[in-house]
């Protein structure tokens, strides 16, 4: 990723907020209706700012790591079994374009305008305060609105397959709602969009079947008490125990299942949960075999019956599709992204950045492939929505 000229005409930093709040104001549409559309949401996004694209000197490391893992992940298609048959299936030339359309969304955020930024995220803070409400009525009525939408269009569902869909909005709203949140205090939205948000995280964990959720909540919120509270060495020791995860989770995996803690625990789980497990247990048998190179980029879809499409596991499936030094790349990717937070003083910025991607590597652990474009894409509003809440000064709420 490359330096650009910087923006500094007044109509061009307006413009981004403009761009910001178009992409947070379709947002909660998308996390209730179609999580998918995120991809080309922000895929236009970063096409629409994409003259403000930058790289700071701080982000140099996480830019790098970047780039070398897109470099080594067009490489590996060499040796990768599998081949697409469309550019729908291939991965990576697709991985170069989000790699910068997403960068220039990100950069985005502390591009804007002050005015066209807070009238950005008063968008966000209401959207997620609206998703989480439809989310709170969706869990009251198992997905009912969602089913009557469907039906309405010609298009009717089974009351699970429309449980299951709607509950994807939980993931949308655990990611956005840390910096939607801080928006909505400094933008002088008030309380309510907060509450608003917790509910409808509440509803999609405890009554539409989805708890990644609300453990994801629960990180989130340790990671930014974490950061606010020790400032400079909470982020660090972050950033180390997440590189570490990445590096070690092969280790992990067939160390306990050495012991026999691993087989105990797949027996004893649900499911859905059982099913995850053994994902990561036929991934670590093939981690084996290539451990430097990998398998090749987006090999897990070949691996059916023992792994469906991806085992579930972010660390795993670097580890098995690129080997040590995709694994390596990642590693350095977080590592200094949360090493990037640790500052002197306390700031409630850095400490929604820690909690977003808290919940971000939560269910890139446990749910989605790491290759998944809407899921890459929610991450790139996530960072964007990061990134405005930081360079947004408070804004004293307006009277009645």
Same mark, same amino acid.
């Given at each position: %990723?490359?330096?650009?000229?910087?923006v500094t005409p007044?109509?061009?930093?307006v413009w981004f907020?403009?761009?910001l709040?178009?992409v947070?104001?379709?947002?909660?549409l998308?996390?209730?209706?179609?999580?998918l559309?995120?991809?080309?949401?922000?895929?236009?996004?970063?096409?629409l700012?994409?003259?403000g694209?930058r790289?700071e000197?701080?982000?140099?490391p996480?830019?790098l790591?970047?780039?070398?893992?897109?470099?080594w992940a067009l490489?590996?298609?060499?040796?990768?079994?599998f081949?697409?048959?469309?550019?729908?299936s291939?991965?990576?030339?697709?991985?170069?374009?989000?790699?910068?359309?997403?960068?220039a969304?990100?950069?985005?955020?502390?591009?804007?305008?002050?005015e066209?930024?807070? %009238?950005?995220?008063?968008?966000?803070?209401w959207?997620?305060g609206?998703?989480?409400?439809i989310?709170?009525?969706?869990a009251?009525?198992g997905?009912?609105? /969602?089913?009557a939408?469907r039906?309405? +269009?010609?298009?009717?569902?089974?009351?699970d397959l429309?449980?299951?869909?709607?509950?994807?909005?939980?993931?949308?709203?655990?990611?956005?709602?840390?910096a939607?949140?801080?928006?909505s205090?400094?933008?002088?939205?008030?309380?309510w969009? +907060?509450?608003?948000?917790?509910?409808?995280?509440?509803?999609?964990?405890?009554s539409?079947?989805?708890d990644?959720p609300i453990?994801?909540?629960?990180v989130?919120?340790?990671f930014?008490l974490a950061? /606010?509270?020790?400032p400079?060495?909470?982020?660090?020791?972050?950033?180390g125990?997440?590189a570490?995860?990445?590096?070690?989770?092969?280790g992990?995996v067939w160390?306990?299942?050495?012991?026999?803690?691993?087989?105990?625990?797949?027996?004893s789980?649900?499911?859905?949960?059982?099913?995850? %497990?053994? /994902?990561?247990?036929?991934a670590?048998d093939?981690?084996g075999?290539?451990p430097?190179?990998?398998?090749?980029?987006?090999?897990?879809?070949?691996f059916?019956?023992? +792994? +469906?499409?991806h085992?579930?596991?972010?660390a795993?499936?670097i580890?098995?599709?690129?080997?040590?030094?995709g694994a390596?790349?990642?590693?350095?990717?977080w590592?200094?992204?949360?090493?990037n937070?640790?500052?002197p003083?306390r700031?409630?910025?850095?400490?929604v950045?820690?909690a977003?991607?808290?919940?971000?590597l939560v269910?890139?652990?446990?749910?989605?492939?790491?290759?998944?474009?809407w899921?890459l894409a929610?991450?790139?509003?996530?960072?964007?929505a990061c %990134?405005?809440v930081?360079h947004?000064?408070?804004?004293?709420k307006?009277?009645?």
């Amino acid at each position: %990723m490359t330096h650009a000229v910087a923006v500094t005409p007044r109509e061009g930093v307006v413009w981004f907020g403009w761009v910001l709040a178009g992409v947070f104001a379709l947002s909660p549409l998308l996390g209730w209706l179609s999580p998918l559309g995120f991809a080309p949401l922000a895929a236009l996004g970063g096409l629409l700012t994409i003259r403000g694209i930058r790289v700071e000197d701080e982000q140099r490391p996480v830019a790098l790591a970047i780039l070398v893992l897109v470099t080594w992940a067009l490489a590996s298609v060499l040796w990768s079994p599998f081949k697409p048959d469309s550019i729908e299936s291939a991965t990576a030339a697709k991985l170069i374009a989000q790699a910068i359309l997403y960068w220039a969304l990100f950069r985005a955020g502390a591009a804007a305008s002050a005015e066209a930024r807070t %009238m950005a995220l008063r968008v966000l803070a209401w959207g997620m305060g609206g998703l989480g409400l439809i989310l709170a009525l969706e869990a009251a009525t198992g997905a009912g609105i /969602y089913q009557a939408l469907r039906a309405a +269009i010609g298009d009717p569902i089974r009351p699970d397959l429309a449980v299951r869909n709607v509950a994807q909005g939980g993931f949308v709203l655990a990611v956005l709602t840390p910096a939607a949140a801080l928006a909505s205090k400094r933008t002088g939205c008030g309380v309510w969009p +907060i509450v608003l948000m917790a509910g409808g995280i509440a509803g999609a964990s405890l009554s539409l079947a989805a708890d990644a959720p609300i453990l994801a909540l629960v990180v989130s919120v340790l990671f930014g008490l974490a950061v /606010y509270r020790w400032p400079v060495a909470a982020p660090r020791v972050l950033g180390g125990m997440v590189a570490t995860l990445f590096l070690a989770a092969p280790g992990v995996v067939w160390l306990t299942r050495k012991l026999g803690w691993f087989q105990e625990l797949e027996a004893s789980v649900s499911l859905s949960w059982s099913q995850r %497990m053994g /994902y990561w247990r036929h991934a670590t048998d093939w981690i084996g075999d290539h451990p430097l190179r990998g398998w090749g980029l987006d090999a897990s879809r070949e691996f059916a019956p023992g +792994i +469906i499409l991806h085992p579930h596991n972010g660390a795993l499936q670097i580890w098995l599709e690129l080997g040590l030094i995709g694994a390596v790349s990642v590693a350095v990717f977080w590592g200094v992204l949360f090493a990037n937070l640790s500052r002197p003083e306390r700031g409630t910025g850095l400490a929604v950045a820690a909690a977003t991607a808290g919940a971000y590597l939560v269910f890139s652990a446990v749910s989605f492939g790491v290759w998944q474009e809407w899921w890459l894409a929610l991450g790139a509003v996530a960072a964007a929505a990061c %990134m405005a809440v930081q360079h947004q000064a408070v804004v004293e709420k307006r009277p009645a």
